[in-house]
């Protein structure tokens, strides 16, 4: 048996300074609760065991994908290698993998555990920044999105168009940046969307991420980007996760009443 402790997963993203981002908060206690996890879960010769579901490790793909304890319906999806968070340079060099596209892919975990049909709509992948995670191993939050930000991107959905743009209103209270992404799947790397056509490589570390599925782009399946950017003056610690709802009350119809722990 492993000596090291058995953690629980925590739900945000994990916290990491790379050189050269701006000011980041001190790393929170455990922060490296998560690839301790990876390590001892994932990396094993005996295979996946514990909370890692998959392992991949072809020379393309590396990543994981892990349950969180906090919600029946979220999954982490995690790089096999260590690899801090959205800041890290690593990720936006040519031939870096596609960790949104695996977690798409991932999603189907969470429809299993719903024990039904899963709306593309519904489906939500986020990544916070380095101000609203806790933990120093990039993961990526699989999970329903919230039922009020599904209204609120349907009402306003004249509004969202292929570059990114301010969304009219705030979501949970924070203002947003939106772009829609054509296609079925996520074959464009949404890191690089937000990185060379928003927040440029230097300061993405201060942005979280959120991709969310829609029904008709251009008349067809695609996706809607959601982009938020670190402001201490209105509180907004760019924890995209703020957009989902572990309990899936949109397709369950329980409340919301876990408290999101970052």
Request: aromatic share 4%; hydrophobic share 40%.
């Amino acid at each position: 048996m492993n000596a090291v402790p058995r953690l629980p997963l925590l739900l945000s993203l994990s916290f990491s300074v790379l050189a050269g981002c701006a000011s980041a908060p001190p790393p929170p206690a455990h922060s490296d609760a998560l690839w301790r996890l990876i390590e001892r879960d994932c990396r094993g010769a005996e295979g996946p065991r514990g909370d890692c579901l998959r392992v991949e490790s072809a020379a393309d793909r590396r990543d994981v994908l892990v349950k969180d304890a906090h919600g029946n319906y979220q999954f982490l999806l995690m790089p096999l290698d260590k690899v801090s968070g959205i800041e890290n340079r690593r990720l936006y060099q040519r031939g870096a993998p596609n960790y949104f596209a695996a977690a798409w892919q991932a999603r189907r975990h969470t429809e299993q555990a719903l024990g039904r049909p899963l709306p593309r709509a519904v489906a939500s992948l986020a990544l916070n920044s380095p101000h609203g995670r806790s933990q120093h191993q990039l993961h990526i939050h699989v999970d329903c999105l919230r039922a009020d930000v599904l209204q609120a991107l349907d009402a306003h959905s004249d509004a969202l168009g292929t570059q990114w743009a301010p969304l009219p209103v705030p979501l949970r209270g924070h203002a947003y940046q939106t772009r829609l992404l054509p296609g079925a799947e996520l074959t464009a790397n949404p890191l690089n969307l937000l990185a060379y056509g928003l927040s440029g490589v230097d300061d993405v570390g201060q942005w979280s991420l959120v991709v969310a599925g829609r029904d008709n782009v251009q008349g067809a399946p695609g996706f809607i980007l959601l982009a938020t950017r670190v402001d201490a003056g209105s509180g907004n610690e760019a924890s995209g996760e703020e957009l989902q709802d572990h309990a899936c009350a949109v397709l369950t119809g329980a409340g919301d009443a876990l408290e999101r722990v970052r």
